[in-house]
Nanobody, 126 residues
Framework: QVQLVESGGGLVQAGGSLRLSCAASGRTFNSYNMGWFRQAPGKEREFVAAISLTGIITDHAVAVKGRFTISRDNAKNTLYLQMNSLKPDDTAVYYC???????????????????WGQGTQVTVSS
């Protein structure tokens, strides 16, 4: 069982920055591929970024590339999402997720992820 708890969301003006954190329980965090997803009101949940077990491989959605950076600290069992140059379109609930098994469809696929956090709200005002 893996428990994920996000934090760091809030209200920010356009152009501002936020850093989301996701604290994971358990002693095998470094064996999970991790991802961030988001869901805006009235829209489906979408991929934001993902990172491999050791952090060597990262992937970012086109919409956030160059503005958001995913990272992880395996010693602290924590996943991060640094979000810069925020836009109103980034307003959403952000979820972290853990993939505990071998990848079959790639880190962008939500079906790869077994465990999800409760989400943290990010609101960007114009």
């Amino acid at each position: 069982q893996v428990q994920l708890v996000e934090s760091g969301g809030g209200l920010v003006q356009a152009g501002g920055s936020l850093r989301l954190s996701c604290a994971a329980s358990g002693r095998t965090f470094n064996s999970y591929n991790m991802g961030w997803f988001r869901q805006a009101p009235g829209k489906e949940r979408e991929f934001v970024a993902a990172i491999s077990l050791t952090g060597i491989i990262t992937d970012h959605a086109v919409a956030v590339k160059g503005r958001f950076t995913i990272s992880r600290d395996n010693a602290k069992n924590t996943l991060y999402l640094q979000m810069n140059s925020l836009k109103p379109d980034d307003t959403a609930v952000y979820y972290c997720a853990a993939s505990t098994g071998p990848l079959r469809n790639g880190m962008r696929s939500q079906t790869e992820y077994d465990y999800w956090g409760q989400g943290t709200q990010v609101t960007v005002s114009s």
